[in-house]
């Protein structure tokens, strides 16, 4: 169903933000889930929509 779907797309991209975040900021799993977590927290905001502006901004730095 489409809220399945839509489960599976959310733990995809929260997925690669944290390794993201295990890369760049040297965490580990763990970590990097709790950061997305009070980030979410702090900014009223999904988990989803920090892990894509996490992603997002570092799409940005790389260079084309």
């Known amino acids: 169903t489409a ?3 839509e489960d ?3 733990r995809k991209i ?4 944290k390794a993201m975040l295990m890369k ?3 965490l580990d799993e763990p970590g ?3 950061f997305l977590q009070k980030e ?3 900014r009223r905001r999904p988990m989803r929509e920090i892990a894509e502006a996490l992603l997002l901004s570092e799409d ?4 084309n």
Do not use: G, Q, V
């Open 3 to 5: 809220a399945i779907a």
């Open 8 to 10: 599976l797309e959310n």
């Open 14 to 17: 929260i997925s690669r933000a």
């Open 24 to 26: 760049s900021r040297k």
């Open 32 to 34: 990097a889930h709790r």
């Open 40 to 42: 979410s927290m702090n």
């Open 60 to 63: 940005l730095k790389e260079p």
